[in-house]
């Protein structure tokens, strides 16, 4: 491996505007300053969007990881998983088949990831639609990587360059968030949070602002019991481990200081509490990561964008950041 990390990019679903996203992103001169990429996908789709991004790069396709490094000036290297056919690269359908390729790019950046050939994944947009179709039943990335992986100690984390959140319960219904708010699980988020935030920032002990499930805290119990009898506790066995962490802090005031600065990172209860602010801020340039994990991934976090797959139009930003993260965190990878 060269001095500069090796990133692996999966191409996402190929029917949405995962490999236009990543053609422009790797347009950047600052990209090929930070890292080496390599983009795992499909020849067909990436010569297509160089096509509909007006692209001057062109497709490399190489044989082995050694090739990405000396990959011509100009060029895209790309490890071709799948040789896709037109009615599997019709914009806004997937199909099985590109359902399964998507699938398959992952579990590539994943062995490789954990084999210590890559030094991260940044990955674009899946269907967990057509992944459903094609027999891979995950609700995401997350799910599956953390299978790959072999652990249930993981977390997601949305993060810019000032708010970095991570929940402690992620797709559940507001209904069921109560009860899913235990003290294992708080502390677990805490630990995995603080560990996270170090690499992201090459801080040994970030400061972190943990957030309470009810309003105004509680108000002594008469809003609710969770941050007396739970979440607090939780907190103090942090800080017992060394942890930097403060709380529960109310939602509806702390994010006013999280988005000055005050905090390295804020552990939200549940996904609208964290994720509404810090989309408000990091809309374009938000990225998803899964910590806890051996290995680094990073992702955008949007979706695959049907309505702008084929046009040229989407953002870039996210997939931009997102590689410039994981990037950063593989320097950072002393702080684990």
Do not use: W
């Not at 810019?160 to 929940?167: E, K, P, Y």
């Not at 009898?229 to 060394?242: L, M, R, S, V």
């Amino acid at each position: 491996m060269s001095e500069k990390p090796l990133i692996a990019i999966t191409m996402g679903d190929p029917c949405g505007v995962g490999p236009e996203i990543i053609v422009k992103a790797l347009q950047a001169p600052e990209i090929s300053r930070i890292c080496t990429p390599f983009v795992i996908g499909d020849r067909g789709a990436m010569e297509r969007a160089l096509a509909v991004c007006g692209a001057t790069l062109l497709i490399h396709c190489i044989n082995s990881l050694e090739e990405a490094s000396t990959a011509p000036q100009g060029s895209i290297p790309l490890l071709e998983l799948s040789r896709l056919t037109q009615a599997d690269l019709i914009y806004g359908q997937p199909t099985d088949v590109s359902g399964d390729a998507a699938y398959r790019y992952i579990c590539a950046a994943a062995r490789l990831c954990l084999d210590g050939r890559v030094a991260a994944m940044a990955t674009a947009p899946i269907s967990k639609e057509a992944m459903h179709r094609a027999g891979h039943n995950y609700p995401g990335h997350t799910e599956l990587l953390a299978e790959l992986c072999g652990t249930d100690d993981f977390v997601m984390m949305l993060a810019g360059d000032v708010l970095r959140v991570s929940l402690v319960t992620i797709h559940e219904a507001l209904a069921d968030i109560p009860r899913l708010i235990t003290f294992e699980q708080v502390l677990k988020t805490i630990r995995i949070t603080a560990a996270g935030v170090a690499r992201l920032t090459g801080r040994s002990r970030p400061r972190l602002a943990v957030l309470a499930l009810n309003p105004h805290c509680g108000e002594g119990g008469m809003f609710g019991s969770q941050e007396r009898e739970i979440i607090t506790p939780a907190i103090q066995a942090a800080q017992e481990e060394g942890i930097d962490a403060v709380g529960p802090l109310s939602a509806d005031t702390l994010f006013y200081f999280a988005g000055q600065g005050a905090y390295d990172g804020v552990v939200a209860m549940y996904h609208d509490q964290g994720l509404i602010p810090l989309k408000m801020m990091h809309f374009d340039d938000g990225v998803n990561i899964t910590l806890g994990l051996p290995i680094i991934r990073t992702s955008v976090d949007h979706g695959t964008a049907y309505d702008l797959a084929g046009t040229g139009r989407a953002s870039e930003k996210s997939m931009l950041a997102a590689i410039r993260m994981a990037a950063g965190m593989f320097c950072h990878k002393t702080f684990e």
